[in-house]
C-alpha cells in the first residue's frame, strides 16, 4: 500500500469531520501554554530589571574601591600582634609589636584548679584560661600585652619527651618573644601552686570575695637574678598595697629538676614565675586576682618608665 504524501493527509484533514478533542486535553494544554507564557514574561522582565539597575550598581562598586582605597591610604591598617609558630595565639587586643610591654605563657600548660590531687591536670580549664584573662585585663589597662596559649603539654605528649624536658618547648616561644617584641618588659610564666594542699594559704578575702593569693618565685643564680628579684618584689608590694593579703611574697629558688634549670628566667631581666592560687582554688577566684594583678603590674611598669 502506498504511503500518504504530505499534501494528501492535509487534504483529509480539512475534508474531514471537525476535530472535537475532550475537555482534560484542553485543560492540560492550557496549562502547559500559560506554564510557558509565565516562564518567558519572567525572563523579559528580569532581563528588563537587570538592564535598568546594572549601571548603578557597577557606579556603587567604583565608588566603594575608591573609597576603601583612600581610607587605607590616609590610614593604614594596624598589624595586631599574633603569631602562628611557637608564639602560640596572641590575645586579639595586643598592641603591635614594638608597644607590646608584656608577655605572657604557661609552661604547665594544663594545670588546674578545684582538685585536691597535687597533680591535678585538665585539658581545658586551667592555667592557659587564667593567663588570656591577665593578658584581656591588662590590655584593657593600656598595658600592651601578648598571651601565648600553646598546650605545652600536648606537645610534650606528643614528642613523647620527658615531663622535666617541658621547659625546653617554652623555652623556645619565650626566645621569639624576645625578638618579636623588642620592647617588652616583662615576661610572666603563669602556674598554680601544687605543693600546698591547704586551700586557706592560697585563698584570701576581697570586698567579701574570694580570690586566689600570688607567689613570685624567683631562681637563683641566674644572669638576671637581680634584676628579676627587684621586680618581683615590686609587684608584691604594689599588689599588696592596692589588694592587702592578696600576695604570699617572693620566693627564691635554687635550681630544679627540670632540663632547663633556669626556669627561662637567665633569658630576659623581666622574667618572673608567677603561682596564682593553688589545685583547690576556683577558676573564678583565678580570674579575679587576675583582674587585681593587671592593675598592679600596670602601676609597677608605669613606676619604671618614669
Avoid: C
Amino acid at each position: 500500500m502506498r504511503a500518504r504524501t504530505e499534501q494528501e493527509w492535509i487534504r483529509l484533514l480539512k475534508d474531514g469531520d471537525e476535530l472535537k478533542p475532550d475537555q482534560e486535553y484542553i485543560h492540560q494544554t492550557r496549562k502547559k501554554l500559560l506554564y510557558e507564557a509565565r516562564k518567558l514574561r519572567s525572563k523579559r522582565e528580569k532581563k528588563k530589571v537587570w538592564r535598568m539597575i546594572w549601571p548603578s550598581m557597577m557606579a556603587v562598586a567604583i565608588a566603594a574601591i575608591l573609597v576603601i582605597t583612600t581610607l587605607n591610604q590616609v590610614n593604614p591598617p594596624v598589624q595586631r600582634s599574633a603569631s602562628h609558630n611557637s608564639l602560640g595565639t596572641a590575645s586579639k587586643t595586643s598592641a603591635t609589636n614594638k608597644e607590646t610591654k608584656v608577655f605572657i605563657y604557661q609552661t604547665h600548660s594544663q594545670e588546674s584548679f578545684e582538685t585536691k590531687e597535687v597533680a591535678g591536670y585538665n585539658p581545658k580549664k586551667n592555667v592557659r584560661t587564667v593567663g588570656k584573662k591577665l593578658g584581656t585585663y591588662l590590655n584593657k589597662e593600656s598595658v600592651p600585652t601578648a598571651v601565648n596559649t600553646t598546650d605545652y603539654v600536648k606537645q610534650l605528649l606528643k614528642k613523647k619527651m620527658e615531663y622535666k624536658e617541658i621547659y625546653e618547648l617554652s623555652r623556645n616561644s619565650v626566645k621569639e618573644a624576645i625578638k618579636t617584641y623588642p620592647n617588652v618588659q616583662l615576661l610572666l610564666d603563669i602556674h598554680r601552686d601544687g605543693e600546698i594542699k591547704n586551700r586557706q594559704s592560697t585563698t584570701t578575702k576581697v570586698d567579701g570575695k574570694n580570690v586566689a593569693t600570688v607567689l613570685f618565685i624567683i631562681y637563683k643564680n641566674q644572669p638576671y637574678t637581680s634584676e628579676n628579684t627587684k621586680l618581683a618584689i615590686e609587684l608584691d608590694k604594689t599588689l599588696n598595697e592596692l589588694y592587702p593579703g592578696v600576695s604570699r611574697g617572693v620566693v627564691q629558688k635554687d635550681k630544679g629538676i627540670a632540663s632547663v634549670p633556669s626556669y627561662n628566667q637567665d633569658l630576659h631581666e623581666g622574667s618572673i614565675m608567677v603561682n596564682i592560687g593553688g589545685v583547690e582554688n576556683t577558676l573564678k577566684e583565678e580570674i579575679r586576682t587576675a583582674k587585681m594583678l593587671a592593675k598592679a603590674i600596670k602601676v609597677v611598669l608605669k613606676e619604671e618608665a618614669d
